[in-house]
């Protein structure tokens, strides 16, 4: 669209080359005239993420103006030429460098004079110990700084650069001496894919502490499909981490199975392609949420029966070795949580392993239960689904074994609990009306179900 613009503008009769218009033709650069033009956007960086970005907003109809202190980077982008290999990138630079919507330069002045947004693509390698310099979006920052002292335009700066959670707050908005507005837009791009991954997005994350300024970026990618995705800023930062690791993961899990499954005399692709069948519960959201500890009769079980299986074959799993270490950490997280209040009165709701079911086996409530007696807690318990009359066989042989006392410890209604109780723990999502009467605790609660953005059980009413 900018392109039409620009070419109405180049032949209308204000600027004497095109006397000759017919009518239909003035009213059509009327017509084209005022059309909004789109803002313009300066990408700082023409690496792998930046140059495919400044292409592809190109390619949207946004003037885009590349900049980077490599000459070699911002001379091949002059020439419509891809600094490096990727599909589709190098005809989108020859484009849309011929229609004007992208130049590159040198110069950070001539990249701000008309920008709206900037933004930062600059790399930030990891150390030995895997420890971030981010000296190059320190510098970038700090210099596009220096160009917005009697600046009447407003700019909103973009960080596309993977960062750790903090990073916009602690080093590019005090380098922009808060000048401008700081939103992080982690990218998703896949060497080999990158153009698609870009026009055809599943997800577009916008973190910023400014919600117009993030609705703002967000407005950039409209049209484009996938869901848009607007978060705290510190939020956009760690999401990136989240998805390559959980990328990571699954490959080394499949990797995994796919081991196992070769020294069984197994096909290792026929187990990974039945599992992704289930799309309820394992390609799904589900258990996708932070919470507590898993336990009950299945997993902990079948977790330990691979792993001894994969020992007997004098093969070494580390992912799948870790995963009940992790969940006995998370425990004791927990349990480290509520020691750390002081209380010693401590009221727990929830002592199955999960919500509706009276089953005891493994129960991650009873480990933590455990742990507090043990520490000279004074415990008392409510389930609304446990009657210890009724448990019965391996379930019941459990549980005494764990906590012999149990009997002195439960309570028959919530109600007594918190009025007994000067810390409540809740282990396990309540019904509504267990909910409400959990908020009018007057003691404190600390609920195990939710988190608080930095991962640690917060003290709240639930």
Known sequence: MMAVNESAEYNSPRNGRNDSCSANSENLDRSLDATPLKPTIAVFGLGYVGCVTAACFASLGFRVVGVDVDARKVRAVQEGKSPFY??????????HLSTG?????LSTA??????????????????????LNVDQLRKVASEIAGHLNGRTKPLTVVVRSTIFPGTCDEIVSPALHSKADVVANPEFLREGSAVRDFMEPSVVVIGSNNRAAAERIAALYEGLPGQMSIVGLRTAELVKYTFNTFHALKIAFANEIGTLSAFLGLDGTEVMETLCLDTKLNISPAYMKPGFAFGGSCLPKDLRALNYRARRLDLDLPLLRSVLPS??????????????????KIGIYGLAFKPNTDDLRESPSVALIERLIGKGCDVKIYDPHICLDAIYGSNRAFLLSSLPHIGRCMEDGLPRLLGWAE???????PKA????????????VIDLVTFDDVGVPLMQAV
């Open 110 to 131: 001539d990249a701000l004079q008309e920008a709206d947004y900037a933004f930062l693509c600059v790399g930030t390698p990891s150390a030995a110990n895997g420890n």
């Open 423 to 429: 810390l409540v723990v809740v282990t396990q999502k």
């Open 433 to 444: 009306e267990m909910r409400q009467t959990l908020m009018q605790s007057p003691a404190p």
């Open 86 to 95: 990727e599909p589709g990138l190098e005809p989108l630079l020859a484009e």
């Open 327 to 344: 969940n006995e950490a998370h425990i004791e997280r927990a349990f480290n949580r509520v020691m750390e209040t002081g209380c010693r």
């Open 101 to 105: 919507l992208l130049t590159a330069t």
